[in-house]
């Protein structure tokens, strides 16, 4: 029989943890309430809260709706967010993870600060195109800020101006300091800042989940398709041992690699609840004890 484990490590982050515990609080009272995009990128729990009366909107629908409660998830939003909520008499229940509220006030202080010099800095955002935390963080500069996601992005950026570079709070840190070296080689004038603004807590967990991955034959990472920190961990699960899988729930699970595994790791990403890593070990003890 293979022995099968959980990842202490694994699970929700504490700003995800955060917004959950307040949804589910005012579902409670009212049992309804409206949530600014996925309050999580996990659409298994996305579906559990759906069922408790969370519904999930998108900022066009936020321009329609007048006098009445809406969340915003950890990921954070812009000031126009908040501009449009005070307009339509909307009571804001903020969820924004303090990490991420940190960054967009240290941004914000910065690019005003910036306004008294002749030509303002150019402010670069290392992280993902259109990802919600990164929209939150550009809004702090008007929309000015430019978005890299990788070295190549840098092709297409004046590096002879002032920069001032920040990072999205869940990119590997690895790939923040390839940035940070590649602008230095290709930058012949002006000054270069950089702020290492990635959550700890997020990072930390690549070094203990490669340790984890090597600690068993086969693993089974749980995340949603949507999760950029998902996608993250499990390149790390992958290269740390090379018989990892990728599943959103049960149904994605392939029992026959792992029939001939002694140890089996389950672990997931920050938005990957416990309770679905719990019914992940729930369907292969049931599974693959019975072939036995």
């Known amino acids: 029989m293979a022995k099968i484990e959980i990842d202490a490590d694994s699970g929700y982050c504490f700003g995800v943890v955060t917004a959950i515990r307040k949804a589910e609080e005012e579902l409670e009272k009212s049992g309804s309430?409206?949530?600014?995009?996925?309050?999580?990128?996990?659409?298994?729990?996305?579906?559990?809260?759906?069922?408790?009366?969370?519904?999930?909107?998108?900022?066009n629908d936020l321009h329609r709706?007048?006098?009445?409660?809406?969340?915003?998830?950890?990921?954070?939003?812009?000031?126009?967010?908040?501009?449009?909520?005070?307009?339509?008499?909307?009571?804001?229940?903020?969820?924004?993870?303090?990490?991420?509220?940190?960054?967009?006030?240290?941004?914000?202080?910065?690019?005003?600060?910036?306004?008294?010099?002749?030509?303002?800095?150019?402010?670069?955002?290392?992280?993902?195109?259109?990802?919600?935390?990164?929209?939150?963080?550009?809004?702090?500069?008007?929309?000015?800020?430019?978005?890299?996601?990788?070295e190549e992005d840098l092709d297409s950026v004046d590096l002879n101006r002032d920069i001032l570079?920040?990072?999205?709070?869940?990119?590997?840190?690895?790939?923040?300091?390839?940035i940070v070296e590649a602008i230095k080689c290709r930058k012949t004038k002006g000054s270069f800042q950089y702020f290492d603004t990635i959550c700890r807590q997020v990072s930390g967990r690549m070094s203990k989940i490669r340790e984890f991955a090597t600690s068993h034959e086969a693993v089974v990472f749980v995340s949603g398709s949507k999760s950029s920190n998902g996608k993250v961990l499990f390149a790390q699960c992958l290269e740390a041992n090379p018989h990892s899988m990728h599943v959103s729930n049960t149904a994605d699970i392939d029992l026959d690699k792992l029939r001939d595994a002694a140890t089996i790791g389950?672990?997931?990403?920050?938005?990957?609840?416990?309770?679905?890593?719990?019914?992940?070990?729930?369907?292969?003890?049931?599974?693959?004890?019975?072939?036995?």
């Open 65 to 150: 709706l007048h006098d009445v409660k809406v969340l915003l998830r950890a990921h954070g939003e812009p000031p126009s967010t908040y501009r449009i909520a005070a307009n339509n008499n909307i009571e804001v229940i903020d969820a924004t993870c303090p990490v991420v509220l940190q960054l967009q006030r240290r941004i914000k202080q910065a690019y005003d600060e910036a306004a008294a010099l002749p030509l303002r800095p150019l402010f670069i955002i290392y992280g993902k195109e259109g990802h919600a935390e990164v929209n939150g963080l550009v809004g702090q500069t008007d929309g000015e800020a430019i978005v890299i996601q990788s």
């Open 33 to 59: 309430l409206f949530c600014l995009g996925d309050i999580v990128h996990n659409s298994d729990e996305v579906e559990r809260l759906r069922r408790k009366g969370l519904k999930t909107i998108t900022h």
């Open 266 to 292: 389950i672990c997931g990403a920050t938005s990957t609840p416990r309770w679905l890593m719990n019914e992940i070990m729930d369907y292969l003890t049931t599974n693959l004890h019975n072939d036995f």
């Open 165 to 178: 570079l920040y990072s999205q709070t869940t990119k590997s840190p690895e790939g923040f300091a390839a």
